[in-house]
């Protein structure tokens, strides 16, 4: 077996994961907002910024996470 020295990660790999999750999240409300609309419509409701906003979180977290994951910190 080979001694592997094992570093710490950056804190921009834990924020990327962070973000995924809840970019996911959020882009599931908004899938679930445009199927099922709510009664209350705001001025931008036909955007629908959750859903937008969900991906635009899920994509960066997956680039923070993606450029990180290889990294250690000693």
């Known amino acids: 077996m080979e001694n592997e020295e094992r570093g710490m990660r950056p804190?921009?790999?834990f924020v990327g994961l962070v973000l995924v999750m809840m970019?996911?999240?959020i882009t599931l409300?908004?899938?679930y907002y445009?199927?099922?609309p709510s009664q209350s419509q705001t001025v931008l409701h036909n955007v629908?910024?959750?859903f937008w906003w969900g991906l635009v979180m899920m994509i960066s977290g997956l680039i923070f996470w993606w450029k990180?994951?290889?990294v250690t910190v000693k």
């Open 48 to 50: 629908h910024p959750d």
């Open 34 to 36: 445009i199927i099922y």
């Open 29 to 31: 409300s908004g899938i």
């Open 11 to 13: 804190i921009w790999y």
């Open 23 to 25: 970019g996911f999240v």
């Open 68 to 70: 990180t994951k290889d």
